[in-house]
């Protein structure tokens, strides 16, 4: 089994990379990555050497780049988790976000088309469902939930979707999509709540809560995500979208004050700051068909993930710092000087 992985060099990619490695050892994967500020080619340093693992610095819009590479390597099934995936980030400048979200998914699946590929699952996330109150925990995200986005990520997502499940009806592309919640774990950039708190609070740092901390995020541990994208991509239904969230709801500021007590750090680091533009106020995922049709529930505890992942940070602080100082950017360069890498 050949399986193409876009944005490899990212947070899921790379978990859901070395996932594949350990379940699948004799498949093939090819990663395809443009390395942008989120993409960072150290992480995948394990498996840079395995004779089944293949890394291209491509961006998934460049069309005759995408096109030669699966002449090459003729892959089975492509799984695409390139995005510019940074709420924050999407509100200061939407037009990459489109560009890579919107155009690069419709390029992938193009190619597929092409190449004849049997499979191509697309990475989606909850928040293409807008948000939910916070005064009704009755309500969850389900499938059938009407699209809602709020921010210009989750247009661009939205619109990925659509497009999507366009390819399936109108060109018969035997497509899935996946929906999952908050990711959180390993090698995730510290932009995001969870080790952006993480690497403040282990400088003493203050630790910037927007508005009140009231939102609510669906936490999932990112291996459970992995594990749930293995089962749809062999066992998932064409055609059809699965949610992925295992009722892990929590406020921003508690998730905050955990991370302060396991790391021993008083709670006055803790700061209130201007709010984001068009917060999202609660994600709550239904998990009910993937755990009916697929037999999906999560493995990993939130209270256990958010130990190991505190601990993961702690025990690799020079990849951090590399990141917080810049210098993993140079990382490919070196690599790539060793002819490790196309
Ligand atoms: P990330 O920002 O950590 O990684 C994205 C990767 O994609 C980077 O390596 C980057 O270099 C690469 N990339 C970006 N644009 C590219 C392009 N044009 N061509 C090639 N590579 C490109 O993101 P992540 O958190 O790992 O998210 C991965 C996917 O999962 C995204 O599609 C995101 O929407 C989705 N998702 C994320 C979460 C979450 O909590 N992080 C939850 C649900 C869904
Ligand atoms: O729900 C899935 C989504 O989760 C993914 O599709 C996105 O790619 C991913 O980035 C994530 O989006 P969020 O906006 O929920 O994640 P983020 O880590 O940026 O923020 C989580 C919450 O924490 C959100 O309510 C904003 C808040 N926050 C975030 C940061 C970075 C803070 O209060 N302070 C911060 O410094």
Request: hydrophobic share 35%.
């Amino acid at each position: 089994m050949k399986i193409i992985v876009t944005g490899g060099a990212g947070f899921i990619g790379a978990n859901f990379i070395y996932y594949m490695t350990e379940k699948h050892p004799d498949y093939r994967l090819i990663c395809l990555d443009c390395l942008t500020y989120a993409g960072n080619l150290e992480t995948l340093t394990a498996v840079l050497e395995n004779k089944n693992f293949r890394f291209y610095k491509t961006d998934i819009t460049d069309r005759a780049a995408v096109y030669k590479i699966f002449e090459e390597e003729q892959p089975d099934i492509v799984v695409n988790f390139a995005a510019e995936s940074h709420v924050d980030r999407s509100i200061e400048d939407p037009g990459v976000f489109l560009n890579a979200n919107i155009m690069g998914t419709a390029v992938m699946m193009d190619a597929c088309r092409k190449y004849g590929v049997k499979r191509y699952h697309q990475v989606s996330t909850d928040e293409v469902y807008g948000d939910l109150p916070l005064d009704r925990p009755d309500l969850f995200f389900t499938e059938d939930t009407p699209l809602h986005a709020s921010s210009p990520y989750s247009a661009s997502k939205a619109s990925a979707d659509l497009l999507v499940l366009a390819y399936h009806r109108t060109f018969g592309l035997p497509v899935t999509i996946s929906r999952c919640s908050n990711n959180y774990g390993p090698y995730q950039f510290p932009e995001k709540l969870i080790p952006l708190m993480i690497a403040n609070a282990r400088q003493n740092k203050p630790l910037p809560v927007y508005g009140e901390g009231i939102n609510v995020r669906d936490w999932l541990y990112v291996r459970d995500h992995c594990i749930a994208i293995d089962l749809i991509i062999h066992k998932g239904t064409v055609g059809e979208i699965y949610n992925v969230g295992g009722h892990n709801e929590m406020k921003n500021i508690d998730i905050v004050k955990t991370i302060c007590k396991a790391m021993g750090k008083p709670e006055s680091l803790i700061t209130h700051v201007a709010d984001r533009k068009g917060h999202d106020r609660r994600y709550a995922i239904d998990p009910t068909k993937i755990n009916r049709e697929l037999g999906w529930s999560p493995e990993t505890r939130f209270a256990d993930g958010i130990q190991m992942t505190i601990k993961w940070y702690l025990d690799n602080t020079d990849w951090l710092e590399r990141i917080l100082t810049g210098e993993y950017k140079n990382y490919y360069q070196k690599v790539y000087d060793g002819h490790k890498i196309k």
